[in-house]
Nanobody, 125 residues
Framework: QVQLVESGGGSVQAGGSLRLSCAVS????????MGWFRQVPGKEREGVAF???????SYADSVKGRFTISKDNAKNTLYLEMNSLKAEDTAMYYC???????????????????WGQGTQVTVSS
């Protein structure tokens, strides 16, 4: 059974940085589609960044150039490096995975099979 546990959220001032981590257990996820989503209360969940089994990445336009998704297959851990944070980045961030490896991009994958519990990111202006 796949389990995802996020960490690294917190409060930061605008312009600051945070790195989110997602520990993956129960499966060797190197062939999986992995992604980060975020959600603000009252709004729809938004795909932020994806990485496919080959290591190709895609990003939402709102975070392109500021966020970087990466994975360490040896540690079974997914990361989201967030720089130049803005108040509008404030949200609950979720790590997600799916064994179906295709169409693993922000624009083509609206949902995933397994989700973490989320970690809160708050950016004050």
């Amino acid at each position: 059974q796949v389990q995802l546990v996020e960490s690294g959220g917190g409060s930061v001032q605008a312009g600051g940085s945070l790195r989110l981590s997602c520990a993956v257990s129960g499966v060797t996820y190197s062939n999986y589609c992995m992604g980060w989503f975020r959600q603000v209360p009252g709004k729809e969940r938004e795909g932020v960044a994806f990485i496919n089994k080959a290591g190709s990445t895609s990003y939402a336009d709102s975070v392109k150039g500021r966020f970087t998704i990466s994975k360490d297959n040896a540690k079974n851990t997914l990361y989201l490096e967030m720089n130049s944070l803005k108040a509008e980045d404030t949200a609950m961030y979720y790590c997600a995975s799916d064994a179906y490896p295709h169409f693993c991009t922000v624009k083509t994958r609206l949902t995933m099979a397994v989700w973490g519990q989320g970690t809160q990111v708050t950016v004050s202006s």
